[in-house]
Nanobody
Framework: QVQLVESGGGLVQPGGSLRLSCAAS????????MGWYRQAPGKQRDLVAS???????NYADSVKGRFTISRDNAKNTVYLQMNSLKPGDTAVYYC?????????WGQGTQVTVSS
């Protein structure tokens, strides 16, 4: 079993920055891929960014150039640095881990961008 615990969400003004963290624990394989998804009210959950164990990254077009995903394999932790935040980035952000045997989700952390 795998547990994911997110932190770092909150309220920020447009143009501001936030850094999300997700710590994974349990039976984690070294080649697990990790990522961040988000879901706004009334919308589907969409990929924001993902990163492989080797460090290859993938971003949604809407966040390219503003968000950066990174991971610390020794700590089984993935980060999402979010800069130049916009009201459209408001959503619940979910951490995701994929490995042989399953897909796991965190409980979500709210990010609200508003003046």
């Amino acid at each position: 079993q795998v547990q994911l615990v997110e932190s770092g969400g909150g309220l920020v003004q447009p143009g501001g920055s936030l850094r999300l963290s997700c710590a994974a624990s349990g039976s984690i394989f070294s080649f697990a891929a990790m990522g961040w998804y988000r879901q706004a009210p009334g919308k589907q959950r969409d990929l924001v960014a993902s990163i492989t164990s080797a460090g290859s990254t993938n971003y949604a077009d809407s966040v390219k150039g503003r968000f950066t995903i990174s991971r610390d394999n020794a700590k089984n932790t993935v980060y999402l640095q979010m800069n130049s935040l916009k009201p459209g980035d408001t959503a619940v952000y979910y951490c995701n881990l994929r490995q042989i045997g399953g897909v796991y989700w965190g409980q979500g952390t709210q990010v609200t961008v508003s003046s």
